[in-house]
């Protein structure tokens, strides 16, 4: 498995479908500030609340030029399902689900113990170079406030 992503490193590019079964890159938004916004499992109590936090602050994703992903193993349909439960409109969801949790394992964050990713936060500058990477506790919710300081934060350098 890959050694986890860092700040400074370049983003490494993944093609998934969403939970309207589109096909979304990375690459689609260059020129964006992207979070990569890594979640264990759909249905489950924090990561919903972590989903819904993105949904809640999607104008100000929008103001900073910045697009949030939420990613995590489950299928299409399962996500489909868990965005209308959840009330997610506007957010995109993606599905790591085949091959099993590619873009966790090439991020360094895929726990194979479990079979799900990490929970964790990355933030790829408009170039997608890192600038920003934490690892969470399983149970603990992302502060969302954390992240868009690092959104509005000046660029930091390219090491």
Same mark, same amino acid.
């Given at each position: 498995?890959? $050694?986890?992503?860092?700040?400074?490193?370049?983003?490494?590019?993944?093609?998934? !479908?969403?939970?309207?079964? !589109?096909?979304? !890159?990375?690459?689609?938004? /260059?020129?964006?500030?992207?979070?990569?916004?890594?979640? *264990?499992?759909?249905?489950?109590?924090? %990561?919903?609340?972590?989903?819904?936090?993105?949904?809640?602050?999607?104008? $100000?994703?929008?103001?900073? +030029?910045?697009?949030?992903?939420?990613?995590? #193993?489950?299928?299409?349909? %399962?996500?489909?399902?868990?965005?209308?439960?959840?009330? #997610?409109?506007? $957010?995109?969801?993606?599905?790591?689900?085949? *091959?099993?949790?590619?873009?966790?394992?090439?991020?360094? @964050?895929? /726990?194979?113990? +479990?079979?799900?990713?990490?929970?964790?936060? @990355?933030?790829?500058?408009?170039?997608?170079?890192? #600038?920003?990477?934490?690892?969470?506790? #399983?149970?603990?919710?992302?502060?969302?406030?954390?992240?868009? /300081?690092?959104? /509005?934060? *000046?660029?930091?350098?390219?090491?």
């Amino acid at each position: 498995m890959p $050694t986890a992503i860092e700040k400074g490193d370049e983003a490494r590019g993944f093609t998934l !479908q969403d939970q309207h079964d !589109q096909k979304v !890159q990375l690459a689609d938004f /260059r020129g964006k500030k992207v979070l990569l916004s890594f979640h *264990p499992l759909a249905w489950t109590s924090v %990561c919903a609340e972590q989903m819904k936090a993105l949904e809640a602050h999607k104008k $100000t994703f929008d103001a900073l +030029n910045a697009v949030a992903l939420g990613i995590s #193993i489950d299928s299409v349909p %399962c996500k489909n399902a868990w965005a209308k439960e959840l009330g #997610i409109k506007d $957010t995109i969801l993606l599905s790591d689900f085949w *091959p099993h949790g590619m873009v966790a394992q090439e991020y360094g @964050i895929f /726990r194979e113990t +479990n079979g799900f990713s990490e929970r964790a936060n @990355i933030v790829l500058d408009d170039s997608h170079r890192v #600038i920003f990477v934490k690892v969470y506790p #399983i149970k603990e919710l992302p502060d969302i406030e954390e992240i868009l /300081r690092v959104l /509005r934060s *000046p660029a930091t350098p390219s090491l």
